[in-house]
């Protein structure tokens, strides 16, 4: 799945604006990174992409921890009040100036993360894209809070990661840890007061590694832009929330959309595709085996029938169908023989009189290719089903058609 990653730039987005992003062709690997105007963008009439994800960078978000009250998430309108009023002594500026978006998962009564930006940045973002013709399906952070370290991580996990990036020119120091995501200018003042584990992650972008070696005083992992956007969009976070969701129909298509393109493509599902795979080629399998095995038997059964049938009447030169051919053959000795079969006139009548010895007599009879028909002979309700049943457990059928009754034998 070829996932493009748009960057919003810190100064806002416009129809002539120069975009930074990363063309992945499976949204593992980094593939073309670049930048370019939104019209010569890679999505813009190319086809190739079916994914579109747009990055809000680390120094545009602030974090805040909340407790939900009961009942919060459920209801958009009433959590965006809810929000304002848990974060405004917290925040600098109005909060109805403010777009904010929870963590994933985020229920009532829990602690749970919220994420702050400038409302009319993204929104404006947001419209700009779509005027261009290009559907973001997510907005993922940069990057987010650690999770909470417990006793077995130890102190590097709680001490969290750092990333050392270029931002416009300026070296930042991104901290991200459980206690949020803070950006520090890159300096010596800045690595004396963290006090940074020596055994703790160290990231830097390719621009700025020999200045943060020289301040922390060992080697750093290089990752570059492409790399930690990649990173980022591993997440389950969406920024989509709240008034910058159209209605809710369309967010819940938006999420099985992104939960069928997860389960089709990302690598944390690779092993259940794999043994969704294996568990229908052995379904198959077994079928075709299964199907193998009630062929052969039927084969089996009918090559056993023919085998009566030419058994018992060795004059058969070919079998068509061995119980018609074996009805008939049987048929053949009755009459020979001078017998009556169950689908003579004489067997009929006898059936008839034994069954339903109180019926009044038919008005005129008439027999044909093994059927009798009686006529006349008007039966009530229950005595009709009682003379029906009696006859079915002899063999015989009876049907009635308006004043007539047809009965016949079995064959």
Same mark, same amino acid.
């Given at each position: 799945?070829?996932?493009?990653?748009?960057?919003?730039?810190?100064?806002?987005?416009?129809?002539?604006?120069?975009?930074?992003?990363?063309?992945?062709?499976? +949204?593992?690997?980094? +593939?073309?990174?670049?930048?370019?105007?939104?019209?010569? @963008?890679?999505?813009?009439?190319?086809?190739?992409?079916?994914?579109?994800?747009?990055?809000?960078?680390?120094?545009?978000?602030?974090?805040?921890?909340?407790?939900?009250?009961?009942?919060?998430?459920?209801?958009?309108?009433?959590?965006?009040?809810?929000?304002?009023? @848990?974060?405004?002594?917290?925040?600098?500026?109005?909060?109805?100036?403010?777009?904010?978006?929870?963590?994933?998962?985020?229920?009532?009564?829990?602690?749970?993360?919220?994420?702050?930006?400038?409302?009319?940045?993204?929104?404006?973002?947001?419209?700009?894209?779509?005027?261009?013709?290009?559907?973001?399906?997510?907005?993922?952070?940069?990057?987010?809070?650690?999770?909470?370290?417990?006793?077995?991580?130890?102190?590097?996990?709680?001490?969290?990661?750092?990333?050392?990036?270029?931002?416009?020119?300026?070296?930042?120091?991104?901290?991200?840890?459980?206690?949020?995501?803070?950006?520090?200018?890159?300096?010596?003042?800045?690595?004396?007061?963290?006090?940074?584990?020596?055994?703790?992650?160290?990231?830097?972008?390719?621009?700025?590694?020999?200045?943060?070696?020289?301040?922390? +005083?060992? #080697?750093?992992?290089?990752?570059?832009?492409?790399?930690?956007? @990649?990173?980022?969009?591993?997440?389950?976070?969406?920024?989509?929330?709240?008034?910058?969701?159209?209605?809710?129909?369309?967010?819940?298509?938006?999420?099985?959309?992104?939960?069928?393109?997860?389960?089709?493509?990302?690598?944390?599902?690779?092993?259940?595709?794999?043994?969704?795979?294996?568990?229908?080629?052995?379904?198959?399998?077994?079928?075709?085996?299964?199907?193998?095995?009630?062929?052969?038997?039927?084969?089996?059964?009918?090559?056993?029938?023919?085998?009566? @049938?030419?058994?018992?009447?060795?004059?058969?030169?070919?079998?068509?169908?061995?119980?018609?051919?074996?009805?008939?053959?049987?048929?053949?000795?009755?009459?020979?023989?001078?017998?009556?079969?169950?689908?003579?006139?004489?067997?009929?009548?006898?059936?008839?009189?034994?069954?339903?010895?109180?019926?009044?007599?038919? #008005?005129?009879?008439?027999?044909?290719?093994?059927?009798?028909?009686?006529?006349?002979?008007?039966?009530?309700?229950?005595?009709?089903?009682?003379?029906?049943?009696?006859?079915?457990?002899?063999?015989?059928?009876?049907?009635?058609?308006?004043?007539?009754?047809?009965?016949? +034998?079995?064959?």
């Amino acid at each position: 799945m070829a996932t493009l990653i748009l960057t919003l730039p810190r100064t806002g987005l416009q129809t002539g604006s120069v975009v930074d992003y990363v063309l992945s062709p499976d +949204g593992l690997a980094a +593939g073309k990174a670049s930048s370019a105007p939104l019209a010569l @963008l890679p999505s813009a009439g190319t086809g190739r992409v079916t994914e579109t994800l747009l990055l809000v960078g680390a120094a545009h978000l602030s974090w805040h921890r909340v407790q939900l009250p009961k009942g919060a998430a459920a209801n958009s309108a009433r959590l965006r009040a809810v929000l304002e009023g @848990l974060l405004e002594d917290q925040l600098l500026d109005d909060p109805a100036t403010l777009h904010f978006a929870l963590a994933p998962g985020a229920a009532k009564d829990a602690s749970t993360w919220v994420a702050v930006c400038d409302k009319a940045w993204l929104r404006n973002g947001l419209q700009t894209l779509e005027a261009a013709g290009i559907t973001v399906a997510r907005i993922v952070p940069e990057l987010v809070p650690d999770a909470p370290a417990d006793a077995k991580q130890g102190a590097t996990a709680e001490a969290g990661s750092l990333y050392a990036i270029d931002n416009a020119g300026q070296p930042l120091l991104l901290h991200a840890s459980a206690s949020g995501v803070t950006p520090w200018p890159l300096q010596a003042s800045t690595v004396a007061l963290l006090q940074w584990p020596q055994d703790a992650p160290l990231r830097a972008e390719p621009a700025v590694s020999v200045l943060a070696e020289q301040l922390f +005083g060992r #080697s750093v992992q290089l990752q570059s832009r492409p790399e930690r956007a @990649l990173a980022a969009c591993q997440s389950d976070w969406d920024l989509a929330q709240l008034d910058l969701v159209n209605n809710q129909r369309s967010r819940s298509l938006k999420r099985l959309g992104g939960a069928a393109r997860a389960l089709m493509q990302a690598p944390r599902w690779r092993a259940a595709r794999w043994s969704l795979l294996a568990l229908i080629a052995v379904n198959l399998l077994g079928l075709n085996v299964r199907a193998g095995a009630e062929h052969a038997a039927l084969q089996a059964q009918r090559k056993a029938i023919d085998a009566v @049938l030419t058994g018992t009447f060795p004059a058969t030169q070919v079998v068509v169908d061995a119980p018609v051919q074996m009805q008939r053959a049987v048929a053949a000795l009755q009459q020979n023989a001078g017998t009556l079969g169950a689908r003579d006139f004489e067997t009929l009548l006898g059936a008839w009189a034994l069954a339903a010895p109180t019926a009044p007599a038919p #008005s005129g009879l008439d027999f044909a290719n093994g059927e009798l028909r009686l006529q006349g002979v008007a039966l009530a309700a229950g005595a009709l089903a009682e003379t029906t049943q009696a006859l079915k457990a002899r063999g015989y059928t009876l049907r009635a058609t308006g004043a007539d009754l047809t009965l016949r +034998g079995a064959p």
